[in-house]
């Protein structure tokens, strides 16, 4: 069965993701408050929320948690002859009933901090900030969970911790993110002087579009394959937070924190930007990024993605290498087409009811040779479903979405480092993408020390 939206032309598909090359600059507002961890194979976003009950329970064995739980004022005693049935019900209890209210809050704040990372990008972050660490790197991988390494990282190498979750807020945001061109390849620099410089010349720019920005505080690392990311924190106006004081409810005075996120490739010269406030924002930052890190006047130019061809869909999505490397079944499940004149929308949908058929079989059959696929209608969109053979005792078979539009728009970012090259590679056989816009990047030597400052007032 096909399913059928007709509507006069306005704006974009509506799609979300995008695929943007490793190598770039981001600035990201931070509003992420939760943590998770993946449900389905291969992709990368976040479903399953962690509780500190959860964190509990999974590492209640764990010797480091029991070394942290003492370190916050909790000894719990750990007996490794009982099973972690019996151990996880005492440790949680242990925690709620603390009569130290500020230790209680204390250790559950650390709790659900420590599971941040607990997720397949969380764990590409991690093994990638630990790469020029051996010990710490070999740790990683002897760790039992994604959950495991999260904590443990936490706990033993917080610094190192840090520059993951920077990293993967950034990877999990490059849907939003822009890009732009500096021109200029140069090592950044990294010492105090010059990251104050940049501190004070951003916090200029948000006095005088706020009235805030007194303080700004500013670290740079380099990730693993040759990127630096620098990470901003930017004092925003005050306002009044109603939070619990004990038992009473009360209103106090705070200062959140405008976070930015901006990453560099010297490689290329090549940025990307995500920062709340419009194109005027990302101007300023590139540009005052370039002038005290790299000591270049630039005018930063804002790279658009390219357009897609998508004519070669109009035959279905025809990669034989897909069922070689296990897919059992491919269907362009639904399309987005505009007509020649450009005054009418059609999208087509293939519904439960046509047996995994892609739309396109679907339109030729319904309308036999005088269809929207060869009568000039433009594709600008279109769903790519992969099916996985089921699972051994299952008919359910697991399936992965590729969205793509001639807008440049891919949702590959939502997908694992090996499963991305692979649907580049299908990308590539059809036609859509060419080689120079898959976006890899060779991974070069690291580890430069990262260097922190909090300008004075």
Sequence with gaps: MLGFTLGGVSGSSGLVGVRYPPDTCVCICNNNRRVGSLQQVGERSVTKMWTYVDVLTHLAQDEVL???LADQGLEVPLQPSEGCEAVAPAVVQAVQTLENSQVRERIIAGLQRGAQLAHPLGRDAMFEAAATHGDVFLALVRCKSDLHRS????????????????????????ARAQQHDLGCKVVPRRDAEAL????????????????????????????????????????????????????AVRQRIGHPTIHIVLEYAPRTGATRSLVRGGAKFHHMLVNAFARHLLECDVDAQRVLRPRLNLSPLRDGFRVPRAIED???????????LISPAGTLKLECSATAAGGRRSVTELLKEMWCEDHPLTDGWRITAADIALYYPPEP???????????????????????EASLQRQLESYLIDMGILRPEQTFEAPSLPTGMPEHTVEPSP
Excluded at 151 to 174: G, K, M, P, T
């Design 66 to 68: 029991h070394t942290w």
């Design 151 to 174: 904590f443990w990282l936490y706990v033993c190498y917080r610094a190192i911790f840090d520059q993951s979750c920077a990293a993967e807020y950034l990877d999990a945001n490059v």
């Design 196 to 247: 104050q410089a940049l501190c004070a010349e951003v916090g200029a720019f948000y006095r005088q579009q706020f009235g805030c920005g007194d303080r700004c505080v500013a670290q740079l690392f380099e990730r693993s394959n040759d990127v630096f990311v620098l990470t901003l924190h930017v004092k925003d106006l005050p306002n009044l937070l109603l939070e619990f004081d004990g038992d």
């Design 326 to 336: 296990g897919f059992s079944v491919v269907q362009v499940k639904s399309l987005s």
């Design 393 to 415: 005792g299952r008919s359910r078979m697991r399936q992965i979405c590729l969205e793509i539009t001639d807008r440049g728009r891919v949702n590959l970012h939502k997908f």
